[in-house]
């Protein structure tokens, strides 16, 4: 497989596993958080009691490590392009940011308390309290998560472009499409 193949196939992939997670999170916020935190604790215990099977843990982190991977793996290969290099390595950065260091310094201890600590080992309010947080600081993973998807469709927008111009008759088809 060329290198062009690859990089093509790298920002596909990072497009569609950013896209996914971006999806997930926006469903979230729209589906599952107005249900699990709209009269915490109780709410809280109902979500506990629902999400026993499967939940949000067992989902994000392996897309997240898919999504850093493909990030990775498109920032890497577009390296040599710097018509596609800043937008792959902002994408990067900015999950990376938004999604896991902002997740695991903000949201992590947050669902400790609110979903592993046993009923009861905190008071209403603090609880009420901790999930008014998690409400607030989700719109800045929600944003990021928009932000990292949108930059990395720009690349892969960008990179298609750039190739339907080196074939005659393409860029027409590609316009054509639009």
């Known amino acids: 497989m060329s290198r062009a193949t690859l990089t093509t196939a790298a920002l596909a992939a990072t497009v569609w596993t950013t896209m996914i997670s971006f999806g997930g999170i926006a469903a979230e916020t729209v589906i599952l958080y107005p249900n699990i935190f709209a009269d ?71 669902n400790e308390i609110m979903f592993v600590d046993p009923l009861g080992a905190h008071s209403p309010a603090y609880l009420r309290e901790v999930a008014a947080e998690f409400v607030a600081g989700h719109g800045v993973r929600l944003v990021g998560s928009a932000v990292t998807a949108g930059l990395a469709f720009v690349a892969l927008w960008r990179r298609l472009r750039s190739t339907a111009a080196a074939h005659p008759g393409a860029a027409q088809r590609l316009e054509a499409a639009r």
């Open 40 to 110: 915490a604790p109780a709410s809280l215990e109902r979500a506990r009691d629902f999400l026993v099977v499967s939940g949000p843990s067992d989902y994000y982190p392996p897309l997240g490590a898919a999504t850093v991977l493909t990030l990775l793996a498109a920032t890497v290969l577009t390296w040599r392009e710097p018509r596609l290099r800043w937008w792959a390595a902002a994408a990067a950065a900015v999950f990376v940011v938004c999604e896991f260091l902002f997740s695991a310094a903000f949201f992590w201890p947050r």
